[in-house]
C-alpha cells in the first residue's frame, strides 16, 4: 500500500497465504525460510529494489480502488451475502 516493494519470507500462518502472491503481482521477491541466510537475503533486497516502479503503480491502483476500507467494506459486504444465504438454506 506504500509503494515498497517487498521481501517476504513466509513463516507460518496468514504469511503462507499472501507470499505466493507477490511474486506474480510484481511486487516483491520471496524467500525461503529454510534457505534463508545473509547472502540470499542480501540477493533478494537487490531483487525486490528493481520492482519499486510496479510496487509504486500497485499502490496507486490499491489507492485508486479506495484502499483498505473499501476492501474491508466488499469482504463485510461477501460475508453478509454468505450468510443471509446459508440461512436461507437452513429454512
Known amino acids: 500500500a506504500r509503494g515498497v516493494p517487498l521481501v517476504v519470507v513466509p513463516f507460518g500462518r496468514d504469511q503462507l497465504e499472501g507470499a505466493p502472491r507477490v511474486e506474480p503481482a510484481g511486487v516483491g521477491v520471496r524467500g ?42 466488499v469482504l463485510e459486504e461477501l460475508l453478509r451475502e454468505n450468510s443471509r444465504g446459508a440461512s436461507h438454506e437452513t429454512s
Open 32 to 73: 525461503s525460510p529454510k534457505k534463508i541466510h545473509a547472502t540470499s537475503l542480501a540477493s533478494a533486497v537487490h531483487q525486490a529494489q528493481a520492482l519499486a516502479a510496479d510496487a509504486r503503480r500497485m499502490a496507486d491502483a490499491l489507492t485508486e480502488a479506495g484502499g483498505d476500507g473499501a476492501a474491508a467494506d
